[in-house]
């Protein structure tokens, strides 16, 4: 091997004076692409020369990169943009009304094109792999994105995939981070599991704490977040069919824990402050009871639906389960980030199981909470919405709710106003007219001007005013011909 290199190395040096001829360069770049260690004069000729920095190997770069940082910047940096419009297209995208923003699988969302060419870059070295993430990091907090904290486990998830032990053992959060990946991917948090990452919270050291940091921003992965309001919601539906509190339930008041902790990702990193967000006991001992109250009136309900509706006690029944949200339910939304996004995935719930009547009436609560307006909460709202309740949007008194009392709240809001266009998008020619015209000028007052929000506003003034085109003619038009007014002369058959 010591031989092979000392050829190469004596080759590089006779040929690298022609790297500039095209018909030999790739002699050249074969040479430095299979050199372990290429020696430092040469790197700086290829940096000195872009065409020859671009045409040379990802194995040569990464030794390029390790001494030029800001070359390594500008190989990522791209990445990560083009990363990100590809999220936040998939979340914003006007014609897909039914995709599910969490419908590939973790496997699948780290073949992602871009976390692969990630990995590839990084190889299996440690400081490039540190670079990357202290980016994330520096563009999390700059950004409050919380894709670049998707990006972060993916990266980490694919290098495990691809067994590069060198860096996946000296990354604090991986054991927390494959562990959560396998309960993501199983869609199912068991005791060996719950255990295994209630230890890894429990077992963070004195001078170790730097690590919380990276498990909060794996916790605030959207995805990771879904997979843990979702079995939270689970644990609650079985403990109202066993008649249980939810304070004795230790997996359900861990995935609580991990939720506080997620959604403090971006506060901890900002701040420095590694230590685990204290959550309030009486989320779980006021809130939830509140939150589970509402969940058996809708199976009243439910089940009141199968009996004769003008009988009068069925009547009754429904109604003294159809009120207002009890006070604790309000009052924790507004205090607790946990809270509110239970509340998020309770709403969701009710959309999904087409139960109008407990859509109303929680829906509004959530108007001007943070996590109620994020993109992802938005977008599930408004496919399950189109999916599920697509007849309501001509009921005005569900109307009042869904516009009037949620999305219209938060026009000032860039993100809102694309998920209103895509919801109006797909629910216009349910809507009564007064409704639509209503909204249109609304839209038309924030879109104008905003070079991001005009062509998707333009396309739904087209689609509309073709949709309605269409209609009229296909609406017979009266006639008013005389030959329409000439008597018949009755037929009969002899």
């Known amino acids: 091997m010591a031989g092979n290199t000392v050829k190469l190395e004596e ?84 014609g897909e009304a039914g995709a599910s923003f969490y419908a590939p699988t973790p496997r699948q969302r780290r073949q992602h094109p871009i976390v692969q060419q990630l990995v590839t870059m990084v190889g299996r070295n440690v400081v490039l792999y540190d670079m990357v993430l202290q980016s994330l990091r520096t563009l999390f907090v700059r950004t409050k994105n919380v894709h670049y904290c998707t990006l972060r486990v993916e990266l980490l998830m694919a290098l495990h995939d691809a067994d590069v032990q060198d860096i996946t053992q000296i990354d604090s959060c991986h054991k927390f981070a494959w562990c959560l990946d396998a309960c993501v991917r199983e869609r199912n948090i068991d005791a060996k599991r719950s255990r295994e990452l209630q230890g890894f919270l429990d077992g963070v050291k004195p001078g170790s704490e730097q690590v919380l940091g990276d498990i909060a921003m794996s916790l605030a992965d959207p995805h990771a977040t879904n997979f843990l309001v979702s079995s939270a919601l689970k644990i609650i539906h079985l403990l109202i069919n066993n008649e249980s509190l939810p304070r004795d339930h230790t997996v359900l008041l861990l995935l609580m824990r991990m939720l506080s902790l997620g959604l403090d990702a971006w506060r901890i990193m900002t701040d420095q402050e590694f230590k685990e967000p204290k959550l309030d006991p009486q989320v779980v001992t006021k809130f939830l009871p509140s939150m589970m109250s509402l969940m058996v009136d809708d199976l009243v309900r439910q089940l009141n639906s199968r009996l004769p509706q003008d009988d009068r006690e069925t009547a009754i029944t429904t109604i003294e389960h159809s009120g207002p949200p009890p006070d604790a339910y309000q009052a924790y939304i507004n205090e607790s980030g946990v809270a509110c996004i239970l509340a998020c995935y309770y709403t969701l719930h009710t959309v999904r199981t087409r139960d109008r009547t407990g859509l109303m009436r929680v829906l509004g609560v959530l108007s001007g909470e943070g996590p109620a307006y994020s993109d992802v909460f938005l977008h599930t709202l408004v496919g399950h919405l189109v999916c599920h309740l697509a007849e309501e949007f001509a009921h005005e008194d569900f109307c009042t709710v869904i516009f009037d009392e949620f999305f219209l709240t938060a026009l000032a809001r860039e993100n809102v106003l694309r998920h209103l266009l895509r919801l109006v998008w797909h629910s216009f020619h349910k809507l009564a007219a007064s409704r639509l015209d209503m909204l249109m000028k609304a839209l038309q007052t924030m879109c104008t001007g905003n070079h991001n929000l005009t062509p998707s506003f333009e396309q739904l003034k087209e689609r509309i005013s073709t949709q309605q085109t269409s209609m009229s003619a296909r609406v017979p038009q009266p006639t008013d011909s005389p030959v329409f007014q000439v008597p018949c002369t009755p037929h009969h058959s002899y």
């Open 11 to 94: 080759l590089l040096q006779k040929s690298f004076p022609v790297v500039k001829v095209d018909a030999l360069r790739p002699v050249v770049m074969a040479i430095l692409k299979n050199l372990e260690h290429v020696d430092e004069r040469y790197l700086r000729r290829l940096v000195a020369d872009k065409q020859l920095y671009q045409e040379a190997d990802v194995g040569v770069k990464r030794q390029i990169w390790l001494s030029h940082q800001s070359l390594f910047g500008d190989e990522v940096l791209p990445l990560f943009q083009r990363y990100m419009k590809e999220r936040e297209a998939a979340l914003w995208e006007m």
